[in-house]
């Protein structure tokens, strides 16, 4: 190496974990326009990310799930994982219970802690590790969306950003997933998505 000269070898960004069998992963053709609706502050979407397609309108919609950091048992504050895509003024919910979201700080680095308008629910213990969906009102019964694909690359989040969608994957591991997917989007995903517990 010439004297002088001073390589900035520093990494960027961390790689992404093998999060399911790369070889069963079956792409669908051409691209999908990412919809920006609730996503403010969010630069990137995760690989496996939850989606909703629009065939038609060749549009990919995200689907909003939280998984608790920490136990929760009462009050107004939930920890959730770190780099949730959750915004302020959505619902959560768990198909019993519900909450909205008025508050998120992002100051600890080992979590993301919500500050809902109310508890959630009566008296209920949320274990760590439980997905909650984004619902579609405060009594958090119905999701507001589920998943029929998930994201292939990280995307960035801008105006005209598109994504490429997966229509299989196999063998896929929750615990490396960067976004968790809830019960409900499993269930929707169908036999074409095989989890490992």
Same mark, same amino acid.
């Given at each position: ?135 579609? $009102?405060?009594?958090?019964? &119905?999701?507001? %969306? /589920?998943? !029929? =694909?998930?994201?292939? $690359?990280?995307?960035?989040? &801008?105006?005209? %950003? /598109?994504? !490429? =969608?997966?229509?299989? $994957? ?28």
């Amino acid at each position: 190496m010439p004297a002088g000269l001073h390589y900035n070898l520093e990494q960027i960004e961390k790689p992404t974990p093998e999060m399911c069998r790369i070889e069963t992963i079956y792409r669908y053709s051409g691209g999908f326009n990412l919809v920006l609706t609730n996503l403010t502050g969010v630069k990137t979407i995760p690989p496996l990310t939850p989606l909703v397609l629009d065939f038609k309108k060749r549009q990919a919609t995200v689907v909003i799930n939280v998984e608790v950091a920490e136990k929760y048992t009462t009050g107004t504050s939930m920890k959730v994982k770190k780099n949730s895509l959750a915004y302020v003024g959505m619902f959560i919910g768990d198909g019993t219970n519900g909450a909205i979201v008025n508050k998120i700080d992002k100051a600890n680095a080992d979590y993301d802690t919500l500050t809902l308008a109310a508890a959630f629910g009566n008296s209920v213990t949320v274990k760590a590790g439980t997905v909650l969906f984004e619902a579609k $009102a405060q009594d958090g019964t &119905e999701p507001k %969306a /589920t998943a !029929t =694909a998930l994201n292939y $690359a990280t995307t960035k989040v &801008e105006e005209g %950003a /598109t994504v !490429t =969608a997966i229509g299989r $994957a196999y063998e896929i591991r929750p615990t490396k997933l960067i976004v968790p997917i809830s019960e409900k989007d499993k269930a929707s995903l169908g036999d074409r998505f095989m989890f490992t517990y």
